[in-house]
């Protein structure tokens, strides 16, 4: 596997105020990226760099080899974005914008048509091409915010947090889209988002929070080693002094919180055994860490809370 994007020791500054610390990462081609962080970690700077349209204080990023310093024209041609915000004109229609977008490119004519039919069928907006972009919803704006950044077929598709703000059912159908890019287009995907629980399909995913990068993984990985099933444990209120007394028989890690016991990680045996003692317990429940809670663990453990 060959690196697309490639970054080292970046640094961004303002006002000797460093908001992108040191980050090194590489982007593997036709990989699934996911850049994730909390607000302000510095997730749509980075991203900035990488598409030429912000300079770094220091560092270097190549873009399938070229340097964003240097080739930004080149780099262009090569990615895609879709920002944070919507960037279509609101008064013009879907179609005119997309003209205006492919004519930058040279995509003019016949040319144009054929194309605008293609997306429009791949991205499912053709009921739509003659609206003004300000009368779509969330969802079929941010459709017709990814047909702009891959009019022109570029290897890499930047987004930043393209699900935000979308209702479940939309949010869904952009990771779809983003799935079809990759799986059947060879794309390369870079995307920021806050959600590691979305990110799960990515191929690898890294962390970031105040600057620098916090963990880096598979879901697999992260939820494995940031995030732990959970067995809670709601006694009587008469029973709560021998429940803690029965508990500590059994060899695991427990908390007392105000009216139960968390136990975590328990094994099969481990629940096994506690609920023996159910002569105690008046209810209970099990939790399966998630990659959600992975994430909030990360940035507990690097010193941060969402
Ligand atoms: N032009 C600027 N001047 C000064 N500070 C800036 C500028 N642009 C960004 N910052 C600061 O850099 C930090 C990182 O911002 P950035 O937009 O990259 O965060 P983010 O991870 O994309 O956050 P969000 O999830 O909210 O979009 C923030 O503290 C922000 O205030
Ligand atoms: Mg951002």
């Known amino acids: 596997m060959t690196s697309i994007i490639s970054v080292k020791n970046l640094k961004k500054t303002y006002q000797q105020r460093t908001v992108v610390d040191n980050l090194s990462f590489d982007v593997e081609e036709g990989s699934l990226f996911s850049f994730l962080g909390p607000n302000g970690a510095g997730k749509s700077t980075t991203i900035n760099i990488i598409c030429t349209v912000l300079k770094s204080s220091s560092g270097e990023v190549f873009i399938d080899g070229l340097d964003v310093r240097k080739h930004s024209q080149d780099i262009r041609k090569k990615i895609g974005v879709v920002y944070q915000h919507n960037v279509l004109d609101n008064l013009l229609t879907v179609s005119e914008n997309l003209r205006f977008r492919a004519s930058l490119y040279g995509i003019i004519g016949n040319e144009f048509e054929n194309r605008l039919e293609e997306v429009a069928n791949q991205l499912d907006f053709k009921n739509y091409l003659n609206q003004p972009f300000h009368t779509l919803s969330g969802g079929q704006k941010r459709r017709v915010?990814?047909?702009?950044?891959?009019?022109?077929?570029?290897?890499?598709?930047?987004?930043?947090?393209?699900?935000?703000?979308?209702?479940?059912?939309?949010?869904?159908?952009?990771?779809?889209?983003?799935?079809?890019?990759?799986?059947?287009?060879?794309?390369?995907?870079?995307?920021?988002?806050?959600?590691?629980?979305?990110?799960?399909?990515?191929?690898?995913?890294?962390?970031?929070?105040?600057?620098?990068?916090?963990?880096?993984?598979?879901?697999?990985?992260?939820?494995?080693?940031?995030?732990?099933?959970?067995?809670?444990?709601?006694?009587?209120?008469?029973?709560?002094?021998?429940?803690?007394?029965?508990?500590?028989?059994?060899?695991?890690?427990?908390?007392?919180?105000?009216?139960?016991?968390?136990?975590?990680?328990?094994?099969?045996?481990?629940?096994?055994?506690?609920?023996?003692?159910?002569?105690?317990?008046?209810?209970?429940?099990?939790?399966?860490g998630n990659l959600d809670d992975a994430f909030i663990n990360i940035l507990k453990q690097t010193g941060d809370s969402v």
Not at 272 to 278: C, M, S, V
């Open 145 to 288: 915010e990814i047909a702009r950044a891959i009019f022109h077929e570029p290897k890499i598709l930047l987004l930043d947090e393209p699900t935000t703000g979308l209702d479940p059912e939309s949010r869904k159908t952009v990771w779809e889209i983003i799935g079809t890019l990759k799986n059947n287009f060879g794309m390369t995907i870079f995307l920021t988002t806050h959600y590691l629980e979305e990110a799960r399909n990515s191929d690898l995913i890294t962390v970031i929070n105040q600057g620098r990068i916090v963990a880096t993984g598979t879901a697999i990985t992260l939820q494995k080693k940031y995030s732990c099933d959970r067995l809670f444990l709601y006694p009587y209120k008469e029973t709560m002094e021998q429940l803690i007394t029965s508990v500590k028989n059994v060899p695991l890690s427990y908390k007392i919180s105000d009216d139960h016991l968390i136990i975590e990680d328990p094994s099969i045996g481990n629940v096994r055994e506690i609920l023996k003692y159910d002569s105690l317990i008046d209810s209970f429940e099990y939790f399966k």
